[in-house]
């Protein structure tokens, strides 16, 4: 069964940063797009990022720089890189795999806690 473990979560100050990971584990073929989203408490799941297998990005205007995602292939990782972290970037952060020809998975989701 692939697994996407991730990693990077934590307590960070007002204007810090933070590194996330997440990486692919299992019975991989090919993985596709990748991506970052997240969960404030009360608060439905939102896209953070995205990253093709290509390199295309995307990104929610409010993490627009000041979050980068990016990935390397051939560890089967993704990572998002947060810098100026707010207190309401606070959220649960997930990880997420397209894989081809057809299927998705989730990460088991990192704690991310902006607060003075």
């Known amino acids: 069964q692939v697994q996407l473990v991730e990693s990077g979560g934590g307590l960070v100050q007002p204007g810090g940063s933070l590194r996330l990971s997440c990486v692919a584990y299992?019975?991989?073929?090919?993985?596709?797009?990748m991506a970052w989203y997240r969960q404030a408490p009360g608060k439905e799941r939102e896209l953070v990022a995205v990253?093709?297998?290509?390199?295309?990005?995307n990104y929610a205007d409010s993490m627009k720089g000041r979050f980068t995602i990016s990935r390397d292939n051939a560890l089967n990782t993704v990572y998002l890189q947060m810098t100026s972290l707010k207190p309401e970037d606070t959220a649960v952060y997930y990880c997420?795999?397209?894989?081809?020809?057809?299927?998705?998975?989730w990460g088991q989701g990192t704690q991310v806690t902006v607060s003075s």
């Open positions: 299992g019975s991989i073929l090919s993985i596709s797009d």
């Open positions: 990253i093709t297998s290509g390199g295309s990005t």
């Open positions: 997420k795999a397209w894989f081809r020809p057809t299927g998705t998975k």
